[in-house]
Nanobody, 129 residues
Framework: QVQLVESGGGSVQAGGSLRLSCAVS??????????MGWFRRAPGKEREGVAA???????AYADSVKGRFTISQDSAKNSLYLQMNSLIPEDTAMYYC?????????????????????WGQGTQVTVSS
C-alpha cells in the first residue's frame, strides 16, 4: 500500500523559506514511470496544484509560485521535496503530497486536474506578514 507522509511545515514570516518533505513508502521512485506533485488548499478556497515532477525529471509549476518554489526528488531516499522561498501570506495553506504511477505528455495537466492516485495527510504552512 502506498503511503505518503509530509513534513516540514510551520510558521514563517513573509520573505522566509521552508522546505517540505514527502516520504514515500509502498512504492519505489525507481519504477519505470511515475509522477509526483504538491498541492495546497487554503481555508475557503479550492485545492490548487503547486508543482509536479515526473520520472523523466520534467517539472511544472503554478504561475503563482514560479521562480519561488522548486520541486525535487531523491530516489535513493524515496522522497519528494518542495523548497519554498520568498514566501508570502497568500502561500498559507495545508500542503499535500501526491503520487501516481505513469506520467503524462502534458505534465501541467497533473496540476490542473489533480490526476493522482495517492495523497498524503498534509502539512500546514502559515506565512505571516
Amino acid at each position: 500500500q502506498v503511503q505518503l507522509v509530509e513534513s516540514g511545515g510551520g510558521s514563517v514570516q513573509a520573505g522566509g523559506s521552508l522546505r517540505l518533505s514527502c516520504a514515500v513508502s509502498g512504492y519505489t521512485l525507481t519504477t519505470p514511470t511515475y509522477s509526483m506533485g504538491w498541492f495546497r488548499r487554503a481555508p475557503g478556497k479550492e485545492r490548487e496544484g503547486v508543482a509536479a515532477i515526473d520520472s523523466d525529471g520534467r517539472t511544472a509549476y503554478a504561475d503563482s509560485v514560479k521562480g519561488r518554489f522548486t520541486i525535487s526528488q531523491d530516489s535513493a531516499k524515496n522522497s519528494l521535496y518542495l523548497q519554498m522561498n520568498s514566501l508570502i501570506p497568500e502561500d498559507t495553506a495545508m500542503y499535500y503530497c501526491a503520487a501516481r504511477r505513469g506520467k503524462l505528455t502534458a505534465i501541467q495537466a497533473l496540476l490542473v486536474f489533480g490526476l493522482f492516485a495517492y495523497w498524503g495527510q498534509g502539512t500546514q504552512v502559515t506565512v505571516s506578514s
